[in-house]
């Protein structure tokens, strides 16, 4: 015997027939941490970066040579 409950073209519904109450968000804020994260650490290689790119630039200029 099926213990599923599916009458006529609920069977094809694109939607989930489950309804979801309560969602624990625990995941969704680590992962948004973690994007959080990885972007300043980007964004301070890039920072880095752009400060050795314009010491090597400038460098002699500035030093008088």
Request: glycine share 16%; no cysteine.
């Amino acid at each position: 015997m099926s213990q599923h409950n599916i009458v006529g073209s609920e069977a094809f519904d694109r939607r989930p027939f489950v309804i979801i109450r309560s969602l624990r968000s625990g995941g969704l804020r680590r992962r948004k941490a973690r994007t959080v994260v990885a972007f300043v650490a980007g964004a301070g290689v890039m920072l880095a970066g752009g400060i050795v790119a314009a010491v090597v630039a400038f460098g002699p200029t500035l030093s008088g040579g």
